[in-house]
């Protein structure tokens, strides 16, 4: 409630950190003078590795993004504390707590729990809806881009 955004306002995410985002991405955002949010993964690539003006870094886990023990993704495998520490190992290493992507967009109550005690205001899911004020702050929808993705299906998401 403290701005108002245009109607057809776009947030531009990039998950992970890999493969050519740590030259590309900056290149890219600098060029474009377009604005980003990284949600990296700490215990892979130093946020040092991707500096732009218009890029801001935000935690998807330190060492999470992986399959777990238990068979399913590792942020569902581990118990709360386990959950905490990962987080606030990240949160150490970005020197942010403003926002956390769930790693391939998989969560339980137990994760929300862990994400808001370790201090995050804001987390991201999937979902291929629109976010409004109304929307969970801990469940904030996104529409994933993959490479399968055609140029008309991307215009239809942002339009």
């Known amino acids: 409630g403290k701005i108002e955004l245009p109607d057809k306002s776009v947030l531009l995410t990039v998950d992970d950190g890999a493969f050519g985002t740590d030259t590309h991405l900056p290149y890219l955002l600098n060029k474009y003078q377009i604005h980003a949010t990284l949600f990296l993964i700490?215990?892979?690539?130093?946020?040092?590795?991707?500096?732009?003006?218009?890029?801001?870094?935000?935690?998807?886990?330190?060492?999470?993004?992986?399959?777990?023990?238990?068979g399913k993704e590792k942020l569902l495998c581990l118990n709360k504390i386990e959950k905490i520490q990962d987080?606030?190992?990240?949160?150490?290493?970005?020197?942010?707590?403003?926002?956390?992507?769930?790693p391939f967009y998989k969560y339980d109550s137990l994760s929300i729990e862990a994400i808001k005690e370790a201090g995050f205001?804001?987390?991201?899911?999937?979902?291929?809806?629109?976010?409004?004020?109304?929307?969970?702050?801990?469940l904030i929808p996104r529409y994933p881009i993959y490479d399968s993705i055609t140029i008309n299906q991307f215009i239809n998401m942002i339009s």
């Open 121 to 138: 205001e804001v987390a991201f899911a999937g979902g291929f809806h629109d976010s409004t004020r109304k929307s969970n702050r801990y």
């Open 42 to 70: 700490t215990a892979w690539w130093p946020k040092e590795k991707y500096v732009s003006p218009y890029l801001e870094i935000e935690s998807h886990g330190d060492d999470i993004h992986i399959v777990g023990n238990c």
């Open 87 to 102: 987080l606030k190992k990240s949160i150490q290493k970005l020197n942010t707590s403003q926002a956390f992507c769930y």
